[in-house]
Each structure stands twice: as structure tokens, then as C-alpha cells.
């Protein structure tokens, strides 16, 4: 339903079962986002027989997640609240390999309830673990805006000017009622003329 009204989608995958469960978000599920992603490398959790290769499947999927620019959502806390390895260490945890592989990371609580988190903490326990620098942080936060869902946030470098906020403008005066996908867009107007920053870094 969402995908055929345009609308961004994000799907939880590779918390439990392995890299092919992320394979169907994408495919079956046409995912802009995966939740977790956490066995992308687990080649050990791959379970069709057609696979023959499996690393091989397992570096072509990661590479394919990096050209496709599919944002994988970390959930560190969760993560370690359900895997005993990553609870001693999470410096054990695949987002260093996904940072190695150059894929598009950012930071999610997967839930602040049971999980008992925020994403300020989720940001400082990366931190401490990965030792990331202040502009790594930045760079993370900044693609997980870019790869959000809001209207004007997936601007190109540089493209939020006058031009696209004309644009958006337009766009916020097509009447109510028209399609959820014309309805998304045009719901945060003052988020893209003013709060939109003028250029990615
Ligand atoms: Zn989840």
C-alpha cells in the first residue's frame, strides 16, 4: 500500500533471522530504510540452498545496500539487550563493518521504551565504542536526515535553495484530499523554508 502511493518505507530485518531477511525488506518490501540490519555479514545465517556462495551473497547484498543508498537504522541498545555477545562489548557490533563497507548509517532507539534509551544516548554509547570523531557524528546525523522521510530533507547538496522552497511552496497549496503521496509533501512547509539547512556538507 505505501510503496504504491510513493511513500518512504523502513523495515526492521537482520535482527533475528539473516542477510537474506534484509534482501526481502528491500526486494519484497521495497525498504528506504532498514531497522537493525544487524546479521548483514552473518554469513552463517544464510539458509536458502540456492545460495551456494555465501559470502559472496553476503558482500554483494552489502554492496548493493550501499548503491541503492538504503539507510541502515542502528539500534545499539537493542541490540545488545537481545544479543548476549554485544552486551560484554559492543564494539563487537556490525556497525563497524558497515562503516569499513561505506554504507549509510544513523542512529535509532529501535524503541525508547522497553529498550530504556534515547537517541542521545544511542549517539554516546557509538561514541565511546567506535570512537567516533565529532564530524563522523555529524556526517551520520546529517545522512540520516537527508535518508529521513521528511519532504525537502533528501534535497541534494545544495539544492534546498529558493528554487526548491518555491517549489515546496507550490506544492503546499495543491488542495487537501489529493494523494497521500501530494498530502506527505506538502505537510511540513515551514520545516523545508526555514529550517532546512542551505547545504550538506
Ligand atoms: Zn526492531
Known sequence: ????AFLGK?????EDYGPESIFQAIGDLHADRIGHGTWLFDATKI?????????RYVDDLSEFIADKRITIEVCLTSNQQTVPEL?????RHPFGEMR???????????????????VSDEI??????????AREVKDILIYGFKRSFYPGATSRRGTTSARSSTTRTG?????????????????????TA???PGRWP
Not at 500500500?1 to 504504491?4: L, V
Not at 539458509?47 to 559470502?55: A, E, G, H, L, N
Not at 552486551?87 to 564494539?91: C, F, G, K, M
Not at 554516546?124 to 570523531?133: H, Y
Open 1 to 4: 500500500m505505501a510503496h504504491e
Open 10 to 14: 523502513t523495515v526492521h530485518a537482520g
Open 47 to 55: 539458509t536458502s540452498p540456492r545460495i551456494k556462495d555465501r559470502q
Open 87 to 91: 552486551a560484554d562489548d559492543l564494539r
Open 100 to 118: 569499513r563497507r561505506r554504507l549509510s548509517t544513523t542512529f535509532c532507539t529501535d524503541n525508547r521504551l522497553v529498550s530504556h534509551t534515547t
Open 124 to 133: 554516546a554509547r557509538a561514541v565511546e565504542a567506535f570512537g567516533l570523531t
Open 171 to 191: 506544492s503546499s497549496r495543491t488542495p487537501a484530499g489529493r494523494s497521500p503521496y501530494q498530502r506527505w509533501k506538502a505537510g511540513w512547509p515551514s520545516f
Open 194 to 196: 526555514t529550517n532546512t
